[in-house]
């Protein structure tokens, strides 16, 4: 990229003749072209239009060339829009301005160089509109600073400088690309300034996260300009990102002194301000003022009920908006993701049949209906929507191989990824992190360390400050913690530049689960030390089940006391769990016991659980039976739970109630799963079930554990002897 900008740079040195175009058409003969081109509304009406045009007398390409390219752009034809812009002999400024903005519009950012530096080769001169379509090419790089400046270079010695348009999206170039000192800089120096340099400076102060800059920008602009629609939008749009409740209702009294409030786009803006401060009653209220509420509308208010995971009053706005307006691929899509959340396979069933009838039916609804019927169990169903979808991108094969991880068909998942290779699509971080929790699950670990390298080689995983980075990263520490490789781990988490809460957790989380209790406490202490960063309640969840695991009967207690007195954060039923779990190890059985029954919440299955299996273990055959005989109140179908209560009679010797308790589990058909591994070996997965003798290396397997056997008894009777 810097090569090709050099390249730029230094044909800064260009031709300087001028090109005068080839005589036009006669003026009637262009506006009836014109008007034919204007009528076009489809691809095929196009290309039709565009044939009868050649056909007829007297007609030239360039004539209508630059309207024809825009148009095959619009319409997801790019192949057509370079054909028009080949036919053309001697292009002129206005026609490399579109083909230039075709490639930017489809998001291909070194065809729009390349094509600007054959303009600049043959000399063809520059308007006001060149520089602000490069500039739109700049900001899909991703060192789009480094371009902007050498495009800013190259404008000011071509003297555009002074024109507000150009040093609009300049301002805008350098505020999104993280350089808000030169965008306010340009934005000073501007001798003229309307209201798009206003909006633009204030957008980039959001961009960028400074909430006060853009407030006192607006107040200046204020004595400067009136504000526009546009900039009101972009300010409630700050009142929206950081919930400012008083300022957002300031905004709303602005827009209604000024008379803005019979636009809809700032009515849409002001109800989806109140639905992100999350208050419902505002967002009710303000949606029944509208008086045309348009789709937007609809989709804020559904939005709003599905933030509060109220699935009934989602469908019930969805019948209702359907009496008024024409949902679109957004409502579709909004009201399918909120019955994947509530599992509700009925009305996802008919909310797509639905969508069939009244044809709206493209690749992001697709893939979102693949992913409901993934949530909701049905692989199958998902898996032949996958098949039916024509053009997959990033998104599709994300949800598909999401649906199958989460399904527990790991190998389904990552042969999904190896079919998304052959097919040549380039893999994104989301995929990625999805590949990694395959692995994980199925104990890969040469498989997830060489996922790790090929993220190193390619920089995809390389030290940095952006989301995706520390997402990967926090991904790659997990694998390592559960495939029990806890030095990989330690030196990922090492190497890590930046740590969010998340990160510290896992971490936490994963010296417990290796029995390393007193490292988790001090990386708790180094987090709050070192990062001044606060424990959340899964950090405390992850340290009370480290202590747990090593028997830190003292330091988990404390840690239960501080997290409510010292943190002011409330324990919930997981953390009482822990704790139970944590007394249970250390034979403290009867204090378990006291405060499940003194907990203000219900006991689930969980707790109840950690009870049972502590008295199993220290053989306390009285609290055993009543956690049982609770366990099967609340769970009466888990075979897992009458298996305890046998083992708990077991170990007492009491085999009537053993065989009672089986003959019970008999009568009622429960067959406890069996368990089950996989083990990676030479980046093959090796899949066993207990009591399975299917494997063809099975012979060879059990005479090794039978060897592995005889070898633990010995080395046991020694340590006993």
Request: aromatic content about 10%.
């Amino acid at each position: 990229m810097r090569s090709s900008f050099s390249s730029l740079f230094f044909a800064s040195t260009l031709h300087s003749s001028t090109h005068k175009p080839p005589p036009l058409l006669p003026t009637h003969h262009l506006k009836t072209s014109s008007l034919i081109l204007h009528s076009c509304r489809d691809l095929q009406t196009l290309k039709i239009a565009h044939a009868s045009l050649i056909v007829s007398n007297g007609f030239k390409p360039i004539s209508i060339a630059s309207k024809l390219i825009s148009l095959y752009a619009q319409f997801d034809h790019l192949d057509s829009a370079i054909s028009v812009f080949d036919a053309v002999h001697e292009p002129n400024t206005l026609i490399w301005n579109s083909i230039i903005k075709a490639h930017v519009d489809w998001g291909f950012g070194d065809s729009a160089f390349t094509l600007y530096r054959q303009m600049r080769y043959m000399g063809i001169e520059h308007d006001c509109f060149t520089f602000p379509v490069i500039n739109r090419a700049v900001l899909l790089f991703r060192n789009c600073g480094l371009c902007g400046e050498v495009v800013h270079c190259l404008a000011t010695k071509m003297g555009f400088e002074t024109d507000v348009y150009f040093c609009n999206t300049m301002v805008d170039v350098y505020a999104k690309c993280g350089c808000l000192g030169y965008a306010c800089r340009v934005f000073e120096e501007m001798s003229q300034r309307d209201l798009v340099s206003w909006t633009s400076m204030v957008s980039g102060y959001v961009y960028e996260g400074n909430i006060i800059g853009a407030f006192e920008l607006f107040c200046r602009m204020r004595w400067e300009l009136e504000p526009g629609r546009v900039t009101v939008v972009v300010m409630l749009q700050v009142c929206c990102t950081h919930g400012s409740v008083v300022e957002g209702r300031q905004f709303h009294d602005y827009v209604m002194k000024k008379g803005f409030l019979v636009y809809g786009s700032l009515q849409n803006s002001i109800l989806k301000m109140y639905a992100n401060m999350g208050s419902i009653d505002d967002v009710k209220l303000f949606f029944c003022e509208i008086y045309r509420k348009d789709v937007v509308s609809w989709n804020i208010l559904i939005s709003s009920y599905i933030s509060r995971e109220d699935v009934l009053e989602v469908a019930k706005c969805f019948n209702k908006m359907q009496c008024e307006v024409r949902p679109s691929i957004e409502t579709l899509t909004l009201v399918i993701s909120a019955f994947a959340r509530n599992g509700d396979l009925f009305q996802g069933k008919k909310l797509h049949g639905f969508s069939i009838k009244i044809g709206l039916n493209d690749t992001v609804l697709q893939t979102s209906v693949l992913a409901f019927y993934a949530k909701c169990g049905n692989l199958e169903r998902s898996s032949q929507m996958f098949r039916e979808i024509p053009f997959k991108n990033s998104i599709t094969w994300s949800a598909m191989m999401s649906g199958l991880t989460e399904g527990g068909e790991f190998e389904q998942a990552i042969e999904l990824f190896r079919q998304m290779q052959d097919s040549g699509l380039k893999p994104v971080a989301e995929i990625f992190k999805i590949l990694i929790v395959a692995y994980t699950h199925m104990g890969a670990l040469r498989l997830g360390k060489g996922l790790h390298a090929y993220l190193i080689k390619n920089l995809l995983c390389c030290s940095g400050k952006d989301n995706t980075t520390l997402e990967l990263e926090t991904c790659l520490l997990n694998m390592y913690l559960r495939c029990g490789c806890i030095s990989s781990a330690k030196m990922c988490f090492d190497r890590m530049e930046v740590r969010d809460i998340v990160t510290w957790t896992s971490m936490i989380e994963g010296c417990g689960s290796h029995g390393l209790g007193l490292e988790a406490l001090q990386l708790s202490r180094r987090m709050l030390e070192e990062e001044e960063m606060e424990p959340n309640s899964v950090t405390f969840l992850s340290l009370l089940s480290a202590c747990s695991h090593s028997g830190l009967l003292n330091e988990g207690c404390g840690i239960f006391y501080s997290m409510k007195w010292c943190f002011g954060i409330e324990p919930d039923l997981n953390h009482y769990t822990c704790i139970v779990d944590l007394l249970g190890r250390s034979g403290k059985i009867k204090e378990g016991l006291t405060i499940i029954l003194k907990l203000t919440a219900f006991p689930d299955g969980r707790i109840w659980g950690a009870l049972l299996a502590a008295a199993r273990v220290h053989g306390n055959q009285q609290i055993g039976e009543y956690a049982a005989q609770r366990l099967l109140e609340l769970e009466p179908n888990n075979a897992g739970y009458y298996t305890l209560l046998s083992n708990v009679q077991a170990i007492v010797e009491r085999w009537d109630k053993v065989e009672e308790v089986r003959r019970c589990m008999k009568d009622n058909d429960l067959i406890k799963k069996p368990g089950w591994s996989c083990i990676e070996a030479k980046g093959s997965i090796h899949g066993f079930v207990s009591g399975d003798s299917s494997h063809p290396q099975m012979v060879e397997i059990y005479e090794m554990v039978d060897i592995l056997s005889r070898k633990i008894h010995e080395t046991g009777c020694l340590s006993a002897s």
